[in-house]
T-cell receptor, first 121, second 115 residues
Framework: DAGVIQSPRHEVTEMGQEVTLRCKPI?????LFWYRQTMMRGLELLIY????????DSGMPEDRFSAKMPNASFSTLKIQPSEPRDSAVYFC???????????????????FGPGTRLTVL | AQKVTQAQTEISVVEKEDVTLDCVYE???????LFWYKQPPSGELVFLIR??????QNEISGRYSWNFQKSTSSFNFTITASQVVDSAVYFC????????????FGQGTRLTINP
């Protein structure tokens, strides 16, 4: 089975340009997460969706960032305009969120894509 | 608020040595989940294990083992007979409750296994 797919894998752009990162979650998963990894802040959540609806966007740094999930198999993270401090690796993850369970089964585990390394010059 | 602390920034050992990576967490939730992920030099994040707060049994998978102790809020990871391929950054993460919830990551421990 295909894992989480992200594109592009690498993006180099100039300050002020618009950047769009794309993610295709694992088929059948109903939750999608965008994380950012930097040396200074580590791995932090930007936004996540459940059943295509944004649930928590408190991690989105500012209005320059926006994310959409038009359907269950596609999400985008857009930065407009981009700035050098946006340089980071952006990860997309997906999971199958179920109801209450104490069985210890592997529900709700987030599986990550390969990431997009963004460099803003 | 939730917090994960991995106090060991970097560890370097010689191949075949055993090594333990520490993870201490903070949460007020009674239901929560703990995870370990591996990030090899290629950069992807690979899921290793998940544990829920109701299950304190230790887990062993080949050379990997995990020790979950609620009394000390710790979820430590031990690699036995380490190999060069184990070299990576390892992240401990915490998630509350069930369903769609975010992961809170520790800062990671960079493990280098020298031949």
């Amino acid at each position: 089975d295909a894992g989480v797919i992200q594109s592009p894998r690498h993006e180099v752009t100039e300050m002020g340009q618009e950047v769009t990162l794309r993610c295709k979650p694992i088929s059948g998963h109903n939750s999608l997460f965008w994380y950012r990894q930097t040396m200074m802040r580590g791995l932090e959540l930007l936004i996540y969706f459940n059943n295509n609806v944004p649930i928590d966007d408190s991690g989105m740094p500012e209005d320059r960032f926006s994310a959409k999930m038009p359907n269950a198999s596609f999400s985008t993270l857009k930065i407009q305009p981009s700035e050098p401090r946006d340089s980071a690796v952006y990860f997309c993850a997906s999971s199958l969120a179920r109801g209450i369970s104490t069985s210890g089964s592997e529900t709700d585990t987030q599986y990550f894509g390969p990431g997009t390394r963004l460099t803003v010059l | 608020a939730q917090k994960v602390t991995q106090a060991q920034t970097e560890i370097s050992v010689v191949e075949k040595e055993d090594v333990t990576l520490d993870c201490v967490y903070e949460t007020r939730d009674t239901t929560y989940y703990l995870f370990w992920y591996k990030q090899p030099p290629s950069g992807e994040l690979v899921f290793l294990i998940r544990r829920n707060s109701f299950d304190e049994q230790n887990e062993i998978s080949g050379r990997y083992s995990w020790n979950f102790q609620k009394s000390t809020s710790s979820f430590n990871f031990t690699i036995t007979a380490s190999q060069v391929v184990d070299s990576a950054v390892y992240f401990c993460a915490l998630r509350k409750g069930q369903g769609a919830q975010k992961l809170v990551f520790g800062q990671g421990t960079r493990l280098t296994i020298n031949p």
